[in-house]
């Protein structure tokens, strides 16, 4: 079965510009969670999508929306780009009933 | 100014050693915890996980223990080998939290041969 995946890989944009990030999930997993990860505040919950609709959000402001479509693969934008939302990106998919979450392996987004 | 980084715990194990990551966590109302492996370059790695309702589960060369009392975590890794090297880090879930993980800050694990 195929793992998490996430596109691009890489990316750098600048200060000001928006992004979006697409995570495919592992088939017949429902629900799609996404974090950030930075070496100053560690793995954070951004928000969680479950049969096209948003089950959970963290504390990020408004800038960072995401959507699921009716395959479960998630985008996650992030609008007027600041320097401090360079960081690892991740994607995780699980069945959606609070089961194990699995990863996919991150878009590295730089701001300059 | 400079964000500072996070200072990860660190772990220093001679391989064949058996070797144990704690973590405390914050919620009492997790029902359901996880440990990750994060190598450089990828995403964590589901290792175990275990239920509100236990206190030990076991793996293949892993075990991990849960005391709700003290909620606190342990992952005991077994005949440690250097490819067992990366950072690990405990999540919380459950309950109403659906498909949201709160992570611990992760302890580096080097494993030297």
């Known amino acids: 079965k195929a793992g998490v995946t996430q596109t691009p890989r890489y990316l750098i944009k600048t200060r000001g510009q928006q992004v979006t990030l697409s995570c495919s999930p592992i088939?017949?997993?429902?629900?799609v969670s996404w974090y950030q990860q930075t070496p100053g505040q560690g793995l954070q919950f951004l928000f969680e999508?479950?049969?096209?609709?948003?089950?959970n959000k963290g504390n990020f402001p408004g800038r960072f929306s995401g959507r699921q479509f009716s395959n479960s693969r998630s985008e996650m934008n992030v609008s007027t780009l600041e320097l401090g939302d360079s960081a690892l990106y991740l994607c995780a998919s699980s069945m959606g009933q609070g089961g194990e979450q699995y990863f996919g392996p991150g878009t590295r987004l730089t701001v300059t | 100014g400079e964000s500072v980084g996070l200072h990860l715990p660190t772990l220093s194990v001679q391989e064949g050693d058996n070797s144990i990551i704690n973590c405390a966590y914050s919620n009492s109302a997790s029902d359901y915890f996880i440990w990750y492996k994060q190598e450089s370059g990828k995403g964590p790695q589901f290792i175990i996980d275990?239920?509100?309702?236990?206190d030990k589960r076991q793996g293949q060369r892993v075990t991990v223990l849960l005391n709700k009392t003290v909620k606190h975590l342990s992952l005991q890794i077994a005949a440690t080998q250097p490819g067992d090297s990366a950072v690990y880090f405990c999540a919380e879930g459950g309950g109403t939290s659906y498909g949201k993980l709160t992570f611990g800050q992760g302890t580096i694990l080097t494993v030297h041969p």
């Open positions: 088939s017949g997993h429902r629900s």
């Open positions: 275990i239920r509100s309702n236990m």
């Open positions: 999508y479950f049969s096209e609709t948003q089950r």
